[in-house]
């Protein structure tokens, strides 16, 4: 693996995966979309986009990936979720819709639609530990904050200025990272050539 291009599929029922699959390929990853149960087995590493997450979830269901996709994360695949990918990777969900599910992964609480509405999203520069270069100028569209986390996860950045200064927005437990914001959409692919270096032993 330490040599190679690891494969790394992007959950493909919502979100901007084509934009994911670009920033994984740049980042020297095979990438590819995952729609069916059977694409995940081979896979190395996952990433689950965002969009609406009650949305992923009830579609997760109807094509049949929530289970073998959560026992894949559960067993050690690699992962990582923004904004909506975020709160599915979330072991608690706080305003999240009645009866919504996760894949889990992620020993945290994170609240859904955090920031506010769709109107109220914005840009902000975020300090992210284990990115070198320049503070990370993040996009939040309907973003989540993360609450609280368990021993293992170590929060990666803060919102640093404005009423939500303090939140966490950035975290990683192990191979399994979450981001609040929404990076494939911002032509800086530190943050997924994080994830391939993780995916590949080398983070």
Not at 2 to 25: C, F, K, W, Y
Not at 117 to 143: C, M
Request: glycine fraction near 14%; hydrophobic fraction near 40%; include cysteine.
């Amino acid at each position: 693996m330490a040599n190679s291009r690891p494969l790394i599929g992007v959950l493909a029922l919502q979100g901007d995966v084509r934009e994911h699959l670009r920033m994984l390929t740049e980042c020297g990853a095979d990438a590819r979309p995952v729609r069916r149960p059977e694409e995940i087995e081979d896979l190395d590493g996952i990433v689950i986009p965002g969009g609406e997450s009650t949305t992923i979830a009830n579609l997760a269901e109807i094509f049949e990936l929530a289970e073998p996709l959560g026992k894949r994360i559960a067993g050690g695949l690699p992962a990582y979720g923004t904004c909506a990918g975020m709160i599915m990777l979330a072991d608690r969900i706080v305003d999240g819709a009645a009866g919504q599910r996760t894949f889990g992964g992620i020993d945290m609480t994170v609240r859904r639609n955090a920031f506010g509405r769709q109107i109220d999203s914005f840009e902000a520069d975020v300090h992210l530990s284990g990115v070198d270069g320049p503070p990370y100028h993040a996009v939040f569209i309907r973003a989540p904050w993360v609450e609280n986390v368990g021993a293992g996860v170590h929060p990666l950045g803060t919102v640093e200025a404005g009423p939500a200064a303090g939140r966490i927005v950035a975290v990683r437990q192990g191979n399994r990272l979450a981001t609040s914001f929404h990076p494939e959409l911002t032509g800086d692919a530190r943050v997924h050539g994080l994830f391939v270096q993780i995916v590949k032993g080398q983070a």
